[in-house]
C-alpha cells in the first residue's frame, strides 16, 4: 500500500478544474455537490483569487473509507490533516479542503468518503404493557448483560444504582464529543433513554412510605456503559458516533456488552451499504452485540403521509429498529395506536422494510439528569408533578421528567433483549432479532386517525407503520426457537413496487430467514387473516399511483426531509407536539 501511496503527489498535481468521472462513485452526493460547488467558484474567479486561500477557507472534516487497512505512516501521504483513525482500521477522519478531497477520491485504494456529517439525540404504564412487569416477577431483569448507551451521556442518576442504593450500574463512562471530555450528561437525553432500559425505581431521596408510584425501567439489572456522541444542545457527529461503537466493541468482553442502543440518527443520503454509519453498526452486530435504533419522529412528513422517512442508520437491515406506540396512559394494550410522528418505512433508496418492531415511546417518564438540563429547563412538557407519584408533595420533580419519541421506544426493546440475553445467553443477535419479531403481537386496528395541532394524521397499520407488531417482553421470554439463523440472514427485507397491480411485495431473495412455515412473512409479519386486509404490505390505497410526489419522493432517488444532523430524536426538543401526542 505505500509505495501506492507514495504516487498520490502526482495525482495532487492534476488539474483541479478537471471533471469527476471515474471518482465521483467515491464521494457521497452531498459531498460531490460540495466539491463540484467549489470548483464552479474556482472556474467563475480564474486567477482573481488566491487558490489557496480559496481552499483553505473551504476545509472541511471527511470520513474516507479504505478498501483495505492503512496504517498511521501511510494515511497522512493522502493530505490534509488526518484527525484520527477510527478503531475499524480502514476508516479515517481526515480535514480537507476540495481540491484535496476530488485528488483523494480518483485513488484505487479508497472506497468512499463521506463528510463528517452532524447527529442529534431519534414507564409506569410501558412496563405492563409489553408485559416487563410479568418478565420482573419472574426473575429476568438484565442482571450482568451490559448495555451501551450512545447519546448524551448517562448522569449517576436516579434508578441507575444497585438494589442496596451503595453502588452505580453504571460501570463505565467516556466521551466521543470533539473539545469536551466531561461524562456528565448535560443534555438530559441520554439519562433518560438509560433509565428506560435500566432504572430500578429506587434512591430517589425520598421516604419510601412517601411513594405512591415508581418508574422502573424494563431491565433495571443491567450494568450501564455510558459513551457521550452528542453535546450539550443534542447534536453530535458520524464521526464520534462511529469511535463510540467501535469502542463498545473493543469492551464488549470486559463488560459483557451484548446490547447497544442509539437512539439518534440523521437524514439518508447514500445506500446503507455505503453509509458509514450504517458499516459500524454492521460490524458490532457482527461482533455479537445487538443493536437497537430509533425509527425517527418524521412520520408526519405530508408529502409521503411519513412514508420513507426512516434515518440512518436505522435503515440498515441488520439492526433492530423501533417505531413509537402511545400506551394512552393505561396497562393494557387494547387502546394503544401509533404515535403520527413515527418515522415509516420503506427506507429510502434501498428501500428495506422497516420499522422492524413497534414500543411504547409516548410521554414516558423517566431519569432527570439535572433540572438545568437543557431539555428539562427548556421544555415546559417534560415537567413531572412531584404530587403524580409523592404524597402531601408540591412542586417539579427534579429526579423524573416526560419524553416523547422513536428515542423513547429504542430503549424499551434494549431493555427486553437484555432480558432475553440474561435467560438465553447464548442466542446471537440474528436470533434475537428473530424472536422478538416472530412474537410481537400483531393485533392492530386496520387504521387511526391523530389530531395535533388541528391537522388530522392518517396511520395505515401496514409493515411499513408498525413492522411485525408491538413488543411483548413475556412472549419473546417463552420463545424457545433455536432455528439455525445463518449469520447472514437478519436482515429486513427489502421490497419492490408492482406498477400493474399497485401491490408492494418482500423480494424473494430478501426473505432469507428459513423455512417459511417457521421464520416465513406470514409468521413474522403476520398476514390478510391476522391483519384484517391487504395493507400488510401496503397497495395503491395508501400509495397513491406513479404520478403523485408522495410515490416519486419514497420510490425514487430524491431526499425527502431534514438536514445531515445525527439527531437524539425525542420529539419534545422540537415543540411539535401536544399534550394529546407529544
Not at 476540495?98 to 463528510?115: F, G, H, K, N, W
Not at 401509533?338 to 429510502?348: C, H
Not at 422492524?356 to 433540572?371: F, R, W
Not at 404530587?387 to 427534579?398: A, L, P, W
Request: net charge negative.
Amino acid at each position: 500500500m505505500r509505495n501506492h501511496l507514495t504516487n498520490l503527489a502526482l495525482v495532487v498535481g492534476v488539474s483541479f478544474c478537471g471533471l469527476l468521472e471515474a471518482q465521483d462513485s467515491r464521494l457521497s452526493s452531498d459531498l460531490r455537490d460540495a466539491v463540484s460547488s467549489h470548483r464552479d467558484v474556482v472556474r467563475g474567479w480564474q486567477r482573481a483569487l488566491d487558490p489557496s486561500e480559496l481552499s483553505a477557507a473551504e476545509e472541511m472534516d471527511v470520513i474516507v473509507q479504505f478498501n483495505d487497512s492503512a496504517d498511521d505512516t501511510d494515511l497522512p501521504r493522502f493530505g490534509g490533516t488526518m484527525k484520527h483513525r477510527l478503531a475499524s482500521g480502514n476508516t479515517a477522519v481526515f480535514r480537507m479542503n476540495p481540491e484535496q478531497i476530488e485528488a483523494l477520491s480518483r485513488d484505487a485504494r479508497v472506497r468512499y468518503i463521506t463528510p463528517d456529517r452532524t447527529v442529534e439525540g431519534t414507564l409506569e404504564h410501558a412496563n405492563p404493557t409489553v408485559f416487563a412487569d410479568i418478565a420482573f416477577k419472574y426473575g429476568w431483569d438484565g442482571t450482568n448483560i451490559g448495555v451501551a448507551v450512545l447519546d448524551s451521556g448517562v448522569a449517576q442518576a436516579v434508578g441507575l444504582k444497585d438494589s442496596n442504593c451503595s453502588k452505580t450500574r453504571v460501570v463505565y463512562r467516556q466521551s466521543f464529543v470533539p473539545g469536551d471530555t466531561g461524562l456528565d450528561d448535560k443534555y438530559g437525553h441520554g439519562t433518560h433513554v438509560a433509565t428506560i432500559i435500566g432504572g430500578n425505581g429506587k434512591c430517589t431521596g425520598v421516604e419510601s412510605e412517601d411513594i405512591r408510584k415508581t418508574f422502573r425501567g424494563i431491565a433495571p439489572g443491567v450494568k450501564i456503559i455510558g459513551l457521550r456522541v452528542l453535546n450539550q444542545n443534542g447534536v453530535g457527529s458520524d464521526s464520534a458516533v462511529i469511535a463510540a461503537i467501535d469502542r463498545a466493541i473493543a469492551l464488549k468482553s470486559q463488560y459483557n456488552i451484548r446490547v447497544m442502543n442509539l437512539s439518534l440518527g440523521r437524514r439518508i443520503v447514500e445506500s446503507y451499504t455505503l453509509d458509514p454509519l450504517c458499516q459500524a453498526v454492521e460490524r458490532a452486530w457482527k461482533a455479537g452485540i445487538v443493536v437497537v435504533v430509533s425509527a425517527g419522529n418524521h412520520g408526519r412528513f405530508s408529502e409521503t403521509q411519513g412514508y420513507g422517512t426512516i434515518g440512518s442508520p436505522g435503515n440498515d437491515p441488520y439492526v433492530i429498529t423501533v417505531g413509537s406506540m402511545k400506551d394512552a396512559g393505561t396497562p393494557s394494550r387494547a387502546d394503544d395506536t401509533i404515535a403520527s410522528y413515527s418515522s415509516k418505512g420503506p427506507t429510502l433508496l434501498d428501500h428495506v422494510v422497516k420499522p422492524d418492531l413497534v414500543a411504547p415511546g409516548n410521554a414516558i417518564i423517566a431519569g432527570l439528569s439535572s433540572s438545568t438540563a437543557p431539555l428539562r429547563a427548556n421544555y415546559a412538557t417534560t415537567a413531572v408533578s412531584k404530587s403524580y407519584y409523592q404524597d402531601e408533595s408540591s412542586g417539579v420533580s427534579t429526579v423524573y421528567m416526560r419524553l416523547s419519541g422513536t428515542s423513547m421506544a429504542a430503549p424499551m426493546v434494549s431493555g427486553a433483549v437484555a432480558a432475553m440475553l440474561e435467560k438465553f445467553p447464548s442466542l446471537t443477535p440474528n436470533q434475537v432479532k428473530a424472536r422478538l419479531m416472530k412474537t410481537a403481537t400483531k393485533t392492530f386496528p386496520i387504521m387511526t386517525v391523530a389530531t395535533v395541532n388541528g391537522i388530522s394524521y392518517t396511520s395505515h397499520y401496514d409493515a411499513f407503520t408498525v413492522g411485525a407488531g408491538y413488543l411483548d417482553v413475556w412472549a419473546a421470554l417463552n420463545n424457545t426457537d433455536l432455528i439455525a439463523v445463518p449469520s447472514t440472514s437478519p436482515l429486513s427485507p427489502k421490497v419492490t413496487y408492482d406498477t400493474q397491480t399497485g401491490q408492494i411485495t418482500p423480494t424473494p431473495d430478501s426473505l432469507v430467514w428459513g423455512d417459511s412455515l417457521v421464520w416465513g412473512t406470514s409468521l413474522v409479519w403476520g398476514n390478510s387473516l391476522v391483519w384484517g386486509d391487504s395493507l400488510v404490505w401496503g397497495d395503491s390505497l395508501v400509495w397513491g399511483d406513479r404520478t403523485t410526489l408522495g410515490f416519486s419522493l419514497v420510490w425514487g432517488d430524491s431526499l425527502v426531509w431534514g438536514g445531515s444532523l445525527v439527531w437524539g430524536d425525542s420529539v419534545t426538543t422540537r415543540s411539535v407536539l401536544t399534550n394529546d401526542e407529544r
